[in-house]
């Protein structure tokens, strides 16, 4: 795994044998010997992790942390410090200031190398799920951690009833918000997509030790447990298998006997990051919904249509579909809604027609405002039998009952004009020549239909290619 680490330690012989063991882990690193000096490396350098010493010559390692946080350049970049001299408050108290873990001298080679690990995957992780460059941020996402985050869900897994009760009431003392249930390891691994997952999963120490460190890739390899964050609790002083499990993915290693506080402050961290990274995801997913849809009808737009008539042709040159389907769909006389009535009549007029449009369909159908008052739909596996009888229907339904204008007592009563092509053999043109061919055959199907008398459907077909 490539990275660039910061050391900050003010003695050079400390700063000497961590670079020796980072460069020798294929690691890239940046050296300083106080604090001011890391904080400018750590914005003009963006280092991917900082070792920060407790003790240095001008400030604290906390205090370097609380000004890592403050600054939006480097609030994100994972931190680990560590003393000679650390004790219970001060490792909470760096906690609190934002630090991922408070590490003791000396300090243990395989667990530092595995929490470092652990860091660097977690903060790619991390900027995987960014929004891409020109898409808006979710306010508050990037912020510092909090001392807890509403409506997170913990499932403790555990095979013991009792023991699993007693974790469950400590850590709802130290988090009362927090929603904790527990199951067996079983029970979570046979959870079904419709259940709903927590946040984070807390493997007990009688699970590891029963079943061992392979629960975390059973749990991670999963596609309905795998989103969830993943914790382990384990006796006292297994800090080699605290490493063993940072490298199997888990992300945060608490050791018994539980301290509630501590153990408050480093699964809020991750919860809070896990929160944030689901409302980036939410956000993306929201933002490329609406580059496909059409603002006023929420159906998909052009763009959208274009691409899914791609994946079709593909499927017809393949063989996976035998025949396609195309309607060209038109309002009739829609122009006279927007002169007599205004724009804002006609934006209503619209929005009732594709929601009668899209009850008339079948799941598989792609209904697509095409432009004005013309939508088109895609119909993977129709022929021209079943696009007929789906043309029909939404002939009926659009017409079968008036539409009323708003702020008037005006019923009108609307009907459409559809164009409908079929594609029955392999198509062995190109997939821009097929959308083309095809809802250019059906173009000219609705222009028949329309010199037919309005409100009526007329059949094209398109010939092998």
């Known amino acids: 795994m490539s990275g660039r680490i910061l050391i900050v330690d003010d003695l050079s012989i400390n700063r000497t044998i961590l670079r020796a063991k980072l460069q020798a882990a294929c690691y890239d690193c940046l050296l300083a010997d106080c604090g001011q000096q890391a904080i400018a490396l750590a914005q003009n350098e963006r280092p991917d992790l900082i070792l920060l010493d407790y003790r240095l010559p001008d400030m604290d390692g906390i205090d370097v942390c609380q000004v890592l946080r403050a600054n939006t350049a480097t609030r994100d970049i994972p931190v680990l410090l560590f003393s000679a001299t650390a004790d219970r408050q001060q490792r909470l108290r760096a906690l609190q200031m934002g630090a991922d873990d408070f590490l003791s001298k000396p300090l243990d080679d395989s667990y530092l190398m595995g929490r470092i690990r652990s860091l660097l995957r977690a903060q790619t992780h991390r900027a995987g799920a960014a929004l891409p460059v020109g898409l808006p941020s979710v306010s508050g996402m990037a912020d510092g951690a909090r001392p807890f985050m509403q409506q997170s869900r913990l499932t403790v897994i555990c095979n013991s009833a009792t023991t699993c009760a007693g974790f469950c009431t400590e850590l709802r003392q130290a988090m009362p918000d927090m929603s904790c249930t527990c199951l067996s390891l079983q029970q979570a691994l046979r959870l079904d997509s419709g259940a709903a997952m927590p946040d984070m999963f807390l493997v007990s120490p009688d699970v590891i030790l029963q079943k061992g460190l392979q629960v975390i890739p059973d749990l991670l390899s999963r596609n309905q447990t795998r989103q969830a964050e993943l914790c382990v609790m384990l006796p006292e002083g297994q800090e080699l298998l ?32 896990k929160q944030g990274r689901d409302a980036l995801q939410q956000a993306f997913e929201t933002q490329l919904d609406q580059a496909v849809r059409d603002p006023l009808t929420g159906l998909f737009n052009r763009r959208y249509l274009g691409a899914q008539m791609a ?47 899209r009850a008339a369909l079948r799941n598989t159908d792609i209904l697509a405002r095409y432009g004005g008052e013309e939508f088109v739909v895609v119909m993977p596996g129709a022929d021209s039998a079943a696009a007929r009888r789906v043309a029909l229907r939404i002939c009926r339904v659009v017409h079968a009952r008036p539409y009323v204008v708003a702020g008037s007592d005006v019923a009108l009563q609307l009907s459409v004009s559809i164009g409908v092509a079929v594609q029955h053999a392999a198509f062995k043109g190109g997939m821009s020549d097929f959308a083309k061919a ?9 222009r028949a239909a329309k010199r037919g008398g309005r409100n009526r459907v007329v059949t094209g077909q398109i010939a092998a290619a």
């Open 242 to 273: 605290g490493a063993m499990a940072l490298d199997l993915g888990a992300r945060e290693v608490l050791h018994q006997p539980l301290d509630a506080e501590e153990a408050h402050l480093r699964l809020a961290k991750i919860l809070h990051q």
């Open 438 to 446: 095809i809802v250019g055959k059906a173009d000219d199907a609705l």
């Open 311 to 357: 994946r079709v042709a593909a499927d017809l040159q393949s063989g996976v579909l035998s025949d396609c389907a195309v309607l060209v769909i038109d309002l009739d006389h829609f122009k006279t809604v927007n002169d007599r009535f205004g724009h804002n009549a006609g934006d209503d007029v619209l929005t009732e027609v594709a929601r009668r449009m």
